[in-house]
């Protein structure tokens, strides 16, 4: 599930087990097809050049004094719910929250693809479900 995309960091849960091959084979497009290479590189922006916020905190931040504050202060833009939400997913340990930059790995028109649908939006973060990856 994306959280936050903007043009300067995004924030996502992606599925503990996930793999790329999974995530395509889910998305049921022909290998090698504009769509297939389109999801790939989603994928990749994703996933690659991302750090693992939860690792982070425990690693850097104990001046914190739990995992809520720190997501709190660090990402003041995320509202309360959305913290809580958080949580609970990291909690349950089916799902892991990274912070990369999208925008940065990934073409103009996939980056205004993303922007301005909702609707594909909505397929990428259906595509993000742990459950598809649980076997």
Known sequence: MIINSDDKEHLVFIPANITKERFLLNAKVIKGSYFYKRLESIYNALTLSTT??????KTYYSEYDDFYQFLYHKYPYLDIETIEM???????????????????????????LMEWNDDFIKIINKLLKAELYEN
């Open 52 to 57: 693992n916020v939860e690792k982070e905190y």
């Open 86 to 112: 958080i949580i609970d997913k990291t909690k349950s340990e089916r799902y892991i929250l990274l912070r990369g930059y999208m925008y940065e790995l990934v073409d103009y028109n996939l980056q205004t």
